[in-house]
């Protein structure tokens, strides 16, 4: 049977982290461990931890805050599993998460394999539906990711089930990044194989005021730093970086960095001249309106 080492990064989340557990402990696949990873919280999260008896839970306790990233690679590090997947300590899996995805990995050479995921906002009857990830369909999502990761994120961590070994060999996730986390890790992780997945929404997201998705600030200079550090993958497919490049003159010009929108304009026409033309002369037109007035 495969066993699979789940970890849970914890700051903060006593009002949610026994129930995200919980939907861990309640999979219809037993042969896990479970590590609860404390990083540095000032409330109640760790006596929570305390509370949940289960010998297949072990707590780790961070002296002080390392980053969602951080207390990850902490937890990996102690993996006992063959295979590693990652829990949101205020998310839900579905019971056959771990099944389904099992099932998966038994009939396909893969070096990780993940599900779809709703979010959502509100709890019981005032809960709602406002996203879907993987959201567009119009790409391969599975075998080869790196044309579509190329262009967006794909895989969110909650959803991914990896090899132990592929893990450590790329590295765990980078800590120099506060945002799109699983977008940068999943870039190097294709490097290494095929990625298979699950067509059925298995995780359930649920959205805060202070979540890291909602940070545009944080999302464009994590942007920023993946068109640097995998310029050369990117750089393959030529549609996708200029597409990047656009993104990120978007958002410039949304701070009113309008040097910054301009100088990123410049490389996406450079790039994909005519691919690219429709979607750069309204940006461009607007940059430049900016800069006259």
């Not at 080869?144 to 794909?154: M, Q």
């Not at 202070?210 to 068109?227: D, G, P, Y």
């Not at 929108?261 to 940059?287: D, G, M, T, V």
């Amino acid at each position: 049977m495969t066993h699979v080492t789940v970890v849970i990064p914890c700051y903060n989340r006593e009002a949610t982290v026994a129930r995200a557990i919980q939907s861990v402990l309640d999979q219809t696949h037993r042969d896990i461990d479970v590590i609860a990873v404390d990083d540095g919280s000032t409330d109640g999260t760790l006596e929570v931890l305390n509370r949940i008896e289960d010998p297949r839970l072990r707590i780790i306790s961070n002296d002080c805050a390392k980053g969602a990233s951080g207390a990850r690679n902490a937890g990996a590090r102690q993996a006992l599993g063959d295979w590693i997947a990652f829990q949101d300590s205020d998310d839900i899996w579905l019971p056959e998460k771990l099944s389904r995805q099992i099932e998966k990995i038994e009939n396909g050479d893969w070096v990780a394999v993940y599900c779809g995921m709703e979010i959502v906002e509100g709890m019981g009857d005032a809960k709602r539906r406002v996203g879907l990830i993987p959201s567009d369909r119009s790409m391969a999502l599975e075998g080869d990711l790196r044309p579509g990761l190329a262009l967006t994120s794909i895989v969110s961590t909650q959803t991914l089930m990896i090899r132990t070994d592929v893990f450590q060999a790329v590295g765990g996730f980078d800590t120099a990044f506060t945002a799109l986390i699983d977008w940068e890790l999943m870039l190097r992780v294709a490097e290494h194989g095929d990625v298979g997945f699950v067509d059925d929404v298995l995780v359930e997201q649920r959205l805060s005021e202070n979540s890291i998705t909602n940070s545009t600030e944080k999302r464009l200079n994590a942007q920023e730093n993946i068109l640097t550090k995998h310029h050369d993958l990117l750089g393959r497919y030529p549609k996708a970086l200029a597409k990047h490049h656009l993104r990120i003159a978007g958002a410039h010009r949304r701070f009113g960095n309008l040097e910054k929108a301009s100088e990123h304009l410049r490389h996406a026409r450079q790039i994909a001249p005519f691919s690219a033309k429709s979607q750069i002369l309204p940006i461009w037109l607007r940059a430049r309106q900016m800069f006259d007035d």
